[in-house]
């Protein structure tokens, strides 16, 4: 029998608030105690992260697939890029104006995603991917004149303490990757447990249903897909506060394939999906990457090449046979063997329910 | 028998429309389709596959291009939007398995009451939880659980959750076992007899229809050909023959 706890219960927020602490006293303690290659790994991995719930928003919630994802991402990228370097704009602000840029391409990719579904939005939103490295090389060539881009370079603030040495910086960006990543994530949580959460999925599970109830569904859909392209922004962003250049192949198709990647990994329409699907996609991938050309046990060909993304591959294929909703999903089913939550009573209803006056919520209002 | 709907009791009729006609791109399903629903009764549609009924209910609801004169509680409302009419007091049960299914019951009744603001939605819920039990067991199990018959019970409350005057069923027996059809029938005929709520339905099962509805309009190839009380379309022998079966 598995042990039941009520939601909101003493209990149950204690085991929340031991859960978050938990994961805050584990990034403290990889931020006092790893090498400055390890912090951008995980700052890297953040990056990714914040990409795919940004994509969960958009893909999970709302079920509008885009492969175009890479495309907000450098082009936010390089807004920041740009801006800093050549008309030295505050970090800050271009945070904000890449972002602003993101949602607007997003909402004019949600156009024809109003008419477009399942394959054929996917072909549109692969097009734009597709032509994503022509305009930033046309980019480059007509603006910067040279073959890259840099990157912000941006420097710890005083108020922080930190230097502008390789540890501090490595030490700075990863704890401003952890903040946006949790600023992101708690935006996306916030709207998906609102009433506009629950009309996009509605849209998603039914659009007719949807649309009878009183949502709009072109507002819905148009929007969704620009917050969803401003959040993709932040990853792009914050990839340019730590790459050194950028340059067109930064940000092709298969970045938008890895965001979807970790996104079914992690569990897509879950919340926590995206984080812990491209935490462990990078860093199953970074593993392998590593040690596999080591592993002189693997047969023939395998011992030797490109072994690494053949073995990522053959495991995302097993895992998906193993845990067909994510590793969210999986883990929830193990975890309801342990302990079930059981949700909260509803608020009882107001009193006036006794008087024979009342008729009833339908007619209620017009009595 | 003529096109001209009955019941015109001097009273104005909650939903009147008249001339309606729409379709999909070139093609013009509904022909200058009329028809009356009176405050506090149980209008039902009667038409064979194809006749134009989702059609009707697409375009009172305003979710297709449509022309004509609707009027609802006198108000015209021919060329509003989908959310002014579901805030006018319009709302609609879509045909099919009209839930969403990733959502829980309860959010499926939160999400209905999507036009409305306030604490009272809560109570609400509770409401409809006390005239349909089985969804208040099954309230934090995603829609997509239940079986076909809780969930067109669930598509009826969240379409309640608007606090609507008139409620618009497309089909509620579509797919559902006889016994299920007749539960959920009593279910709409209880809500208008205790409630005084305003129901219009679309059926092709007449037998059903014609015992709950108190006045009846048959539609064909997009407009109404006959239209009555539910005794009079009974006793129409042209009805009978093609609704009826005898
Ligand atoms: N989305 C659509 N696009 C084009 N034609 C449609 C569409 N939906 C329905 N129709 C056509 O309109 C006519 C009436 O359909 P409908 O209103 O769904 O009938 P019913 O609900 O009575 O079975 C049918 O001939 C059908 O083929
Ligand atoms: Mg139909």
Same mark, same amino acid.
């Given at each position: 029998?598995?042990?039941?706890?009520?939601?909101?219960?003493?209990?149950?927020?204690?085991?929340?608030?031991?859960?978050?602490?938990?994961?805050?006293?584990?990034?403290?303690?990889?931020?006092?105690?790893?090498?400055?290659?390890?912090?951008?790994?995980?700052?890297?991995?953040?990056?990714?992260?914040?990409?795919?719930?940004?994509?969960?928003?958009?893909?999970?919630?709302?079920?509008?697939?885009?492969?175009?994802?890479?495309?907000?991402?450098?082009?936010?990228?390089?807004?920041?890029?740009?801006?800093?370097?050549?008309?030295?704009?505050?970090?800050?602000?271009?945070?904000?104006?890449?972002?602003?840029?993101?949602?607007?391409?997003?909402?004019?990719?949600?156009?024809?995603?109003?008419?477009?579904?399942?394959?054929?939005?996917?072909?549109?939103?692969?097009?734009?991917?597709?032509?994503?490295?022509?305009?930033?090389?046309?980019?480059?060539?007509?603006?910067?004149?040279?073959?890259?881009?840099?990157?912000?370079? /941006?420097?710890?603030?005083?108020? !922080?303490? #930190? *230097?502008?040495?390789?540890?501090?910086? +490595? &030490? $700075? @960006?990863?704890?401003? %990757?952890?903040?946006?990543?949790?600023?992101?994530?708690?935006?996306?949580?916030?709207?998906?447990?609102?009433?506009?959460?629950?009309?996009?999925?509605?849209?998603?599970?039914?659009?007719?249903?949807?649309?009878?109830?009183?949502?709009?569904?072109?507002?819905?859909?148009?929007?969704?897909?620009?917050?969803?392209?401003?959040?993709?922004?932040?990853?792009?962003?914050?990839?340019?506060?730590?790459?050194?250049? /950028?340059?067109?192949?930064?940000? !092709?198709? #298969? *970045?938008?394939?890895?965001?979807?990647? +970790? &996104? $079914? @990994?992690?569990?897509? %329409?879950?919340?926590?999906?995206?984080?812990?699907?491209?935490?462990?996609?990078?860093?199953?991938?970074?593993?392998?990457?590593?040690?596999?050309?080591?592993?002189?046990?693997?047969?023939?060909?395998?011992?030797?090449?490109?072994?690494?993304?053949?073995?990522?591959?053959?495991?995302?294929?097993?895992?998906?046979?193993?845990?067909?909703?994510?590793?969210?999903?999986?883990?929830?089913?193990?975890?309801?063997?342990?302990?079930?939550?059981?949700?909260?009573? #509803?608020?009882?209803?107001?009193?006036?329910?006794?008087?024979?006056?009342?008729?009833?919520?339908?007619?209620?209002?017009?009595? | 028998?003529?096109?001209?709907?009955?019941?015109?009791?001097?009273?104005?009729?909650?939903?009147?429309?008249?001339?309606?006609?729409?379709?999909?791109?070139?093609?013009?399903?509904?022909?200058?389709?009329?028809?009356?629903?009176?405050?506090?009764?149980?209008?039902?549609?009667?038409?064979?596959?194809?006749?134009?009924?989702?059609?009707?209910?697409?375009?009172?609801?305003?979710?297709?291009?449509?022309?004509?004169?609707?009027?609802?509680?006198?108000?015209?409302?021919?060329?509003?939007?989908?959310?002014?009419?579901?805030?006018?007091?319009?709302?609609?049960?879509?045909?099919?398995?009209?839930?969403?299914?990733?959502?829980?019951?309860?959010?499926?009744?939160?999400?209905?009451?999507?036009?409305?603001?306030?604490?009272?939605?809560?109570?609400?819920?509770?409401?409809?939880?006390?005239?349909?039990?089985?969804?208040?067991?099954?309230?934090?199990?995603?829609?997509?659980?239940?079986?076909?018959?809780?969930?067109?019970?669930?598509?009826?409350?969240?379409?309640?959750?608007?606090?609507?005057?008139?409620?618009?069923?497309?089909?509620?027996?579509?797919?559902?076992?006889?016994?299920?059809?007749?539960?959920?029938?009593?279910?709409?005929?209880?809500?208008?007899?205790?409630?005084?709520?305003?129901?219009?339905?679309?059926?092709?099962?007449?037998?059903?229809?014609?015992?709950?509805?108190?006045?009846?309009?048959?539609?064909?190839?997009?407009?109404?050909?006959?239209?009555?009380?539910?005794?009079?379309?009974?006793?129409?022998?042209?009805?009978?023959?093609?609704?009826?079966?005898?």
């Amino acid at each position: 029998m598995p042990f039941h706890i009520r939601e909101s219960s003493p209990l149950h927020w204690v085991l929340r608030i031991i859960s978050v602490s938990a994961l805050a006293a584990l990034a403290v303690y990889i931020a006092s105690d790893s090498a400055p290659s390890t912090l951008g790994k995980i700052t890297e991995a953040c990056t990714l992260a914040i990409a795919a719930v940004s994509l969960n928003l958009l893909l999970g919630f709302n079920g509008q697939i885009s492969l175009g994802h890479s495309t907000f991402v450098g082009l936010a990228a390089f807004t920041a890029g740009y801006s800093v370097n050549a008309w030295h704009w505050n970090p800050w602000v271009s945070l904000g104006v890449a972002c602003l840029v993101c949602f607007v391409l997003g909402l004019i990719l949600g156009l024809p995603a109003l008419r477009l579904k399942g394959p054929y939005l996917a072909l549109v939103t692969l097009a734009v991917a597709f032509v994503w490295p022509t305009v930033a090389r046309k980019f480059l060539d007509q603006t910067v004149k040279a073959s890259t881009l840099k990157g912000m370079r /941006l420097r710890p603030p005083t108020w !922080t303490g #930190l *230097s502008n040495n390789r540890t501090d910086r +490595a &030490l $700075f @960006l990863f704890w401003l %990757a952890i903040v946006l990543l949790v600023v992101t994530y708690v935006i996306v949580r916030n709207i998906r447990k609102s009433r506009i959460g629950r009309s996009l999925v509605a849209v998603r599970d039914n659009e007719t249903a949807a649309a009878v109830m009183g949502v709009n569904l072109a507002i819905t859909k148009t929007v969704t897909f620009g917050i969803s392209a401003a959040l993709a922004g932040v990853a792009g962003w914050l990839a340019a506060a730590q790459l050194a250049t /950028l340059d067109e192949n930064s940000f !092709t198709i #298969l *970045s938008s394939i890895k965001y979807l990647l +970790a &996104l $079914f @990994l992690g569990g897509a %329409a879950t919340l926590a999906g995206p984080v812990v699907g491209a935490f462990s996609y990078f860093f199953a991938d970074d593993l392998l990457k590593t040690n596999a050309t080591k592993w002189d046990f693997l047969p023939g060909p395998l011992s030797k090449g490109p072994v690494a993304s053949f073995l990522l591959g053959v495991l995302v294929i097993v895992f998906v046979f193993i845990a067909p909703y994510g590793l969210v999903g999986f883990i929830k089913l193990q975890a309801r063997r342990v302990a079930v939550v059981i949700p909260r009573p #509803l608020r009882a209803a107001p009193l006036a329910t006794e008087s024979t006056e009342h008729i009833s919520p339908a007619v209620a209002g017009e009595i | 028998m003529s096109p001209e709907p009955t019941n015109a009791n001097g009273v104005a009729p909650l939903l009147d429309v008249r001339g309606l006609t729409a379709g999909y791109g070139q093609v013009q399903v509904l022909q200058g389709l009329n028809l009356r629903v009176a405050q506090g009764e149980v209008a039902v549609i009667l038409g064979a596959n194809g006749a134009g009924k989702t059609t009707t209910m697409r375009a009172i609801s305003g979710m297709i291009a449509r022309k004509g004169a609707i009027t609802f509680s006198g108000d015209p409302m021919a060329k509003r939007s989908p959310d002014e009419i579901v805030r006018m007091g319009i709302a609609q049960v879509p045909q099919g398995r009209g839930t969403f299914t990733d959502l829980t019951v309860e959010d499926n009744l939160r999400a209905g009451a999507f036009v409305r603001k306030g604490a009272d939605i809560e109570a609400d819920i509770q409401e409809w939880f006390d005239v349909f039990p089985r969804l208040r067991e099954r309230r934090e199990q995603k829609a997509g659980s239940l079986s076909g018959g809780e969930q067109q019970m669930l598509a009826i409350a969240r379409a309640l959750m608007s606090r609507p005057k008139l409620l618009l069923c497309d089909e509620p027996s579509l797919g559902l076992a006889p016994i299920i059809t007749q539960e959920l029938f009593a279910v709409l005929q209880r809500l208008n007899a205790e409630r005084g709520l305003s129901i219009l339905i679309v059926e092709q099962n007449a037998n059903l229809a014609l015992g709950i509805a108190h006045s009846v309009f048959v539609l064909e190839t997009g407009a109404i050909v006959a239209s009555g009380t539910a005794e009079e379309i009974s006793n129409n022998d042209a009805v009978r023959k093609a609704y009826l079966g005898y």
